[in-house]
């Protein structure tokens, strides 16, 4: 008795065909335009018949493995790496390193099977129904508009704490041109306050000049969030101020979404980045920086990178001397005190002593312009002339 069990039920249906062809049901020119093949074929396939019985419509490589599968030994190889070096990695990273470090040359799908089988990879499958949004086209230029943010995250993982053993978390502040989509800065910093950012843009003038726009979020240090201050467009941040003074146009955005571009920029890093760092065993914020600047921003950029619809740059380049003697007071945080009868300024938890300086008469009760510089330098201006001082120590204040 013949076993047909094996067969598909689009083969046991082809096999009825012949059949009926067989005993002369059909024709064999019904039988071929049935099974939309020719004549010959249907007489090749009652020869067959005959010869080989009905199993001959089964493919050959059924039950057997397949002629492209992966050699059991690098596929044992390919799980080893992926279970003890990359057990986090997603399937396009993975198959990267692999390729890189261990020259293993295999497609993103045969790693990713490989993961879903070892339990270290879950597609996604369903999908939460999207926000209909408008699309925004990127700007034409290099350096029209800038995308800046900042994240937190346990950027060194478990290799950066505390003195309580505690992972501390780092905050990467990142610009990111619109045009290119191209990262052109990343610090990590303590924090998104205002000197680490005024000196990231500080550095950032050095390095590429002063871009025509940055695209910024609502977070309170670049915008000024409290109800009586919206009322009134002239109150602006420290950093709004600075940007201002340094003819740098400020545009906000009104939800994560609007600055989509810095945001997935993100994503990437903490999956990326993290890793990287990871395999080069970096464990401090001043290698990690000298790490993104080094090695990470350029092979992202050639990775990630687009060419801008038109060319040109509209940075506007800085001189040496604006670099040191004049931006350094821009991004700063500036504050206003009163000199008091002992002629001292208190700033913080520091108390100034204000000396004689040439050139320059001291009262009571006259301001003065207090510049925190983002290396933690303090300057003192009256009436726009820097004043000489000393810190007091912690007993006389």
Same mark, same amino acid.
């Given at each position: 008795?013949?076993? /047909?069990?094996?067969?598909?039920?689009?083969?046991?249906?082809?096999?009825?065909?012949?059949?009926?062809?067989? %005993?002369?049901?059909?024709?064999?020119?019904?039988?071929? =335009?049935?099974?939309?093949?020719?004549?010959?074929? &249907?007489?090749?396939?009652?020869?067959?018949?005959?010869?080989? $019985?009905?199993?001959?419509?089964?493919?050959?490589?059924?039950?057997?493995?397949?002629?492209?599968?992966?050699?059991?030994?690098?596929?044992?190889?390919?799980?080893? /790496?992926?279970?003890?070096?990359?057990?986090? *990695?997603?399937?396009?990273?993975?198959?990267?390193?692999?390729?890189?470090?261990?020259?293993? !040359?295999?497609?993103?799908?045969?790693?990713?099977?490989?993961?879903?089988?070892?339990?270290?990879?879950?597609?996604? %499958?369903?999908?939460?129904?999207?926000?209909?949004?408008?699309?925004?086209?990127?700007?034409?230029? *290099? #350096?029209?508009?800038?995308? @800046?943010?900042?994240?937190?995250?346990?950027?060194?993982? +478990?290799?950066?704490?505390?003195?309580? $053993?505690?992972?501390?978390?780092?905050?990467?502040?990142?610009?990111?041109?619109?045009?290119?989509?191209?990262?052109?800065?990343?610090? @990590?910093?303590?924090?998104?306050?205002?000197?680490?950012?005024?000196?990231?843009?500080?550095?950032?003038?050095?390095?590429?000049?002063?871009?025509?726009?940055?695209?910024?979020?609502?977070?309170?240090?670049?915008? +000024?969030?409290?109800?009586?201050? =919206?009322?009134?467009?002239?109150?602006?941040?420290?950093?709004?101020?600075?940007?201002?003074?340094?003819?740098? !146009?400020? &545009?906000?955005?009104?939800?994560?979404? $609007?600055?989509?571009?810095?945001?997935?920029?993100? #994503?990437?890093?903490?999956?990326?980045?993290? =890793?990287? +760092? %990871?395999?080069? $065993?970096?464990?401090? &914020?001043?290698?990690?920086?000298?790490?993104?600047?080094?090695?990470?921003?350029?092979? @992202?950029?050639?990775? @990630?990178?687009?060419?801008?619809?038109?060319?040109?740059?509209?940075?506007?380049?800085?001189?040496?001397?604006?670099?040191?003697?004049?931006?350094?007071? &821009?991004?700063?945080?500036?504050?206003?005190?009163?000199?008091?009868?002992?002629?001292?300024?208190?700033?913080?938890?520091?108390?100034?002593?204000?000396?004689?300086?040439?050139?320059?008469?001291?009262?009571? =009760?006259?301001?003065?312009?207090?510049? !925190?510089?983002?290396?933690?330098?303090?300057?003192? /201006?009256?009436?726009?002339?820097?004043?000489?001082?000393?810190?007091?120590?912690?007993?006389?204040?």
């Amino acid at each position: 008795m013949e076993n /047909l069990l094996p067969m598909t039920l689009k083969q046991l249906g082809r096999l009825d065909v012949i059949h009926r062809a067989k %005993r002369r049901e059909i024709t064999q020119k019904v039988a071929a =335009k049935m099974l939309q093949v020719t004549d010959r074929t &249907v007489r090749e396939y009652l020869q067959r018949l005959e010869l080989e $019985g009905p199993g001959f419509l089964r493919h050959g490589l059924r039950d057997r493995p397949s002629n492209n599968c992966i050699p059991d030994g690098e596929r044992h190889r390919i799980e080893s /790496l992926l279970r003890n070096r990359y057990p986090d *990695f997603g399937p396009t990273f993975a198959t990267e390193k692999l390729r890189e470090l261990h020259g293993i !040359e295999r497609n993103r799908k045969t790693v990713q099977r490989i993961q879903v089988s070892l339990g270290l990879w879950k597609p996604r %499958r369903v999908r939460q129904q999207a926000v209909h949004r408008a699309y925004r086209t990127p700007r034409f230029t *290099f #350096g029209e508009l800038i995308q @800046f943010d900042g994240s937190y995250h346990f950027w060194l993982e +478990m290799r950066l704490l505390d003195a309580d $053993g505690n992972p501390i978390e780092l905050c990467l502040l990142l610009a990111i041109d619109d045009a290119t989509g191209k990262i052109l800065d990343a610090q @990590f910093a303590p924090h998104e306050g205002v000197l680490p950012v005024m000196g990231f843009w500080l550095n950032y003038a050095g390095t590429h000049g002063l871009p025509k726009s940055i695209y910024l979020d609502r977070f309170s240090t670049y915008s +000024m969030n409290h109800g009586l201050a =919206k009322d009134n467009p002239d109150t602006l941040t420290q950093f709004e101020r600075a940007a201002k003074e340094a003819g740098v !146009e400020i &545009v906000h955005a009104h939800s994560p979404q $609007g600055k989509g571009r810095v945001e997935r920029a993100f #994503g990437t890093l903490q999956d990326r980045l993290v =890793k990287e +760092m %990871r395999l080069a $065993g970096i464990s401090t &914020v001043e290698s990690a920086n000298a790490f993104l600047r080094e090695t990470f921003i350029p092979d @992202f950029n050639r990775r @990630f990178g687009r060419e801008a619809a038109k060319r040109g740059n509209l940075h506007r380049r800085i001189s040496r001397k604006e670099l040191t003697e004049v931006l350094p007071y &821009v991004f700063c945080r500036r504050e206003q005190r009163i000199i008091r009868n002992d002629f001292t300024i208190p700033f913080k938890k520091d108390r100034f002593q204000l000396l004689p300086t040439p050139r320059l008469h001291l009262r009571p =009760k006259e301001q003065v312009d207090v510049h !925190e510089l983002p290396d933690g330098n303090i300057r003192l /201006l009256v009436r726009g002339k820097a004043a000489n001082y000393h810190a007091l120590p912690p007993t006389a204040r």
